[in-house]
């Protein structure tokens, strides 16, 4: 027996906290080539953990937990080891690919902000889109460029973009959820009593520029990342597209899904998109 094998075990669980909360998510991270995809895991693995703190563990001192999960944070990355398996693979890959504080701290500012602000103007709203999302991207960048800093440097705002544009229809998807539940409301200058089809198409212009912007990027990306990202730029294009066609009424009643039959066929064009970018 050695570490080795806590490693693995370690990784194996952040795989499936990953295929257990998102199928969407799950099915571009499987598309990466073998070196990148234990990492993407271990990164979402992180991120679905602190989300749950603050989304789900009700009953429960969530800001007790966040802190202290914030701190076990930073000490398995400095320690290089944590008995905590979604940590411990987490810190393997922010101490290989360096993922660091810079991206980390700003993460954790948007999750404590969801514990106790409940609505944004602009300025907040743009800040939480990065901490919750954009830096997450950029974690995913880091391993992607596998330490290549020009590379980085050159994608980063593609990375962000794409970022955004996820976390952007995500709050589309779940305002139902997101109101009803947990008493948030992200988009600025939006009343949801009044949440009207022409609200619903402002904010999709907002997010179609950013996809626009994204694809600019994924073209540039490394061959062995590109499918896998690419593949989930299609899904969550076509699950904006589904909620342009649905009223602002359903919105604010349903969440949008699309089913895993329609997910197969995405898949298969994303590869035959990919395909002709490499040709």
Known sequence: MSIQLFDKTSKQISRQVSLNYSTS?????????????????????????ADEIVDTFHGFDKERLLRNFKK??????????????I???????????????ELIEPFFLSMEEDLTKNTHDHGSYDQYIYGSAEV???????????????????????????????QKVNFLRDIKSDIEERGRVYFPNVDFQYF????????IEEV?????????????LPIGCRLGVHTAYIY???????IERTTATDILNSRIR???????VLLARSYVREKLMSA
């Not at 009207?196 to 904010?203: A, C, Q, T």
């Open 136 to 166: 997450v991207g950029l974690m995913c960048l880091r391993i992607f460029c596998q330490g290549n800093q020009e590379h980085y440097s050159q994608l980063l705002p593609y990375a962000r973009s794409l970022g955004a544009a996820f």
């Open 208 to 220: 179609r520029k950013d996809f626009d912007h994204a694809f600019i990027g994924i073209k540039k």
């Open 72 to 85: 076990e944070t930073y000490q398995a990355i400095e320690d290089g080891i944590s008995t905590n398996p």
């Open 25 to 49: 998510f799950s099915l571009g991270i499987r598309l990466l080539a073998k070196d990148y995809r234990w990492a993407v895991f271990a990164v979402y693995g992180f991120v679905r953990l």
């Open 196 to 203: 009207s089809d022409s609200d619903k198409l402002h904010i």
């Open 258 to 264: 699309i089913p895993n039959s329609q997910k197969l």
């Open 87 to 101: 940590l411990h693979s987490f810190q393997m890959a922010a101490n290989q690919f360096g993922i660091t504080q």
């Open 236 to 242: 969550y294009l076509k699950l904006l597209e589904k």
